[in-house]
């Protein structure tokens, strides 16, 4: 099976699948020998015609297991939908990671061993311990791993304004949603994990202050990071302009703008501290992107918070849609997985925008069409002047990467997240840079029929 790997700008090289190589993954996910790559069926038609409905259960995996353990210890709040004879997908979302702090090396998930995923059925569950029926492929590490039910349909109709939508990744688990069809699956309204991926950044109040330089740096001198890849780098002590992975760094003294959150494209540096703090560059650094390896599914980086900004922090990162049907046609609907855009600040550091995630659409019998596909990284915060004081913009959050296979009639939207501008107080003379950058470009790969 070739990958043609493509970004907005063009090809960009070949990959090939290798099915036997264990440090990859099995070809595209196939269910279990015997079984159609389509699933069973047994789920019937959906029909989703108003509001919005979730049709994936979640539940973290508690402890690490092997290739070739038949068995995993679970954690969630609707444990009873992973009963026998439901299929499942396995999937290492997130995972313990030796990178140092503002390691800007970009992401191998090979090497990192994250990304990768698989799909079995459930034996039997006794309490939070699930016996398998076909035992793992693959290693998973806890924390970071998760499994999903993966529900197995004949026609799927998603109506004008209704909406399958996933839960947003907790830290644990979710930011997913992923179905099977042996039929069609046509969207006229909208499959929305937008900004459900790693969490942004948490706002955070800070006094005026000069001179701080820190990767670390201790509240209120320094705003929370975005969410990354690794599991416990999150949250109010961790602080400073240092990005963790694919986190956007915060913001710090003074009023320094956040980093964007990084994908397949890595996120744009913060915006510089205001005129009072000598306008230095010390904004927080953008998340890392990645490497284009095979059919991984990882989810979009947290864009860090802009320094002194209580109202708006860094954005959430984009969630996954995985969907494998006979035919998709989303021509007339919305598919979107992008990274947070930020609200404009003033008299604050702005913050960063959440990177994007990915988009997995395996249509094995038909000709397949897409209209609105997203996985574009999320805008970086406007500021406001306020005094003659300028204050830091958001990096823009990186691209995040879309995965075709079959005959496919798309162009997806890859496409970095824009930097945010500086504005006088009172809007006039239109914005301009104040230190700022855009997210990287995402990717595409398209794998031939």
């Known amino acids: 099976m070739l990958l043609l790997l493509l970004s907005a700008c063009g090809r960009i090289g070949y990959d090939r699948v290798q099915a036997t190589d264990p440090a990859t993954l099995p070809s595209l996910g196939e269910l279990p020998a015997g079984e159609s790559a389509l699933g069973s069926g047994k789920g019937g038609p959906l029909v989703i015609d108003s509001a919005s409905l979730v049709v994936n259960a979640y539940a973290s995996i508690l402890q690490s297991a092997e290739a070739g353990s038949s068995a995993l210890l679970i954690d969630g709040s609707e444990l009873e939908r992973f009963a ?13 990671s030796n990178r140092l702090l503002a390691d800007a090396t970009p992401l191998d998930p090979v090497a990192e061993r994250i990304g990768h995923w698989e799909t079995v059925r459930i034996a039997a569950r006794e309490g939070s311990r699930v016996s398998l029926q076909t035992p793992l492929s693959l ?15 004949t026609d799927v109709d998603i109506e004008v304004g209704a909406t399958l939508r996933g839960e947003p990744w907790n830290g644990a688990s979710g930011g997913i949603v992923a179905l099977l069809a042996t039929g069609r699956v046509r969207v006229a309204g909208r499959i929305d994990v937008a900004a459900s991926g790693l969490r942004g950044g948490q706002p955070l109040e800070g006094p005026n202050q000069q001179g701080c330089n820190g990767l670390d740096e201790a509240p209120p001198r320094g705003a929370p990071r975005g969410e990354g890849f690794i599991p416990g780098r999150y949250g109010m002590s ?49 998340g890392i992107g990645s490497q284009v390896v095979d ?7 947290g864009g860090g918070t802009g320094h002194a900004n209580l109202e708006h922090g ?23 997985a992008s990274g947070a855009s930020i609200a404009s600040a003033s008299a604050v550091g702005g913050s960063g925008g959440g990177g ?8 094995r019998n038909a000709a397949s069409r897409c209209g609105n596909l997203s996985v574009r990284g999320g805008k970086g915060a406007d500021t406001y002047a306020w005094d003659d004081h300028p204050y830091g913009t958001g990096g823009g959050g990186g691209g995040g990467r879309v995965i075709l296979t079959g005959d496919w009639q798309c162009e997806p939207n890859v496409a970095g997240g824009l930097k945010g501008l500086m504005y006088p107080y009172n809007g006039s003379n239109g914005g301009f840079e104040w230190g700022a950058a855009d997210g990287g470009e995402g990717a595409v790969t398209r794998v031939a029929p």
């Open 84 to 96: 026998a004879d439901t299929l499942v997908l396995v999937w290492q979302s997130a995972r313990r």
């Open 139 to 153: 290693a998973y590490s806890a924390p970071g791993a998760q499994l999903v039910t993966l529900p197995e349909y």
């Open 238 to 286: 961790e602080t400073g302009r240092g990005n963790v992975a694919n986190g956007g760094g915060g913001g710090i003294c003074n009023r320094s703008g956040g980093g964007g959150g990084g994908a397949v494209g890595a996120g744009g540096q913060g915006g510089l501290t205001d005129n009072w703090d000598s306008s230095r560059s010390v904004g927080g650094l953008g």
């Open 295 to 301: 059919a991984r599914l990882t989810l979009g980086g």
């Open 314 to 336: 860094g954005g959430d990162g984009g969630g996954v849609i995985f969907i494998r049907a006979a035919s998709i046609d989303s021509t007339e609907g919305i598919l979107d």
């Open 356 to 363: 994007g995630g990915t988009v997995l659409l395996d249509a």
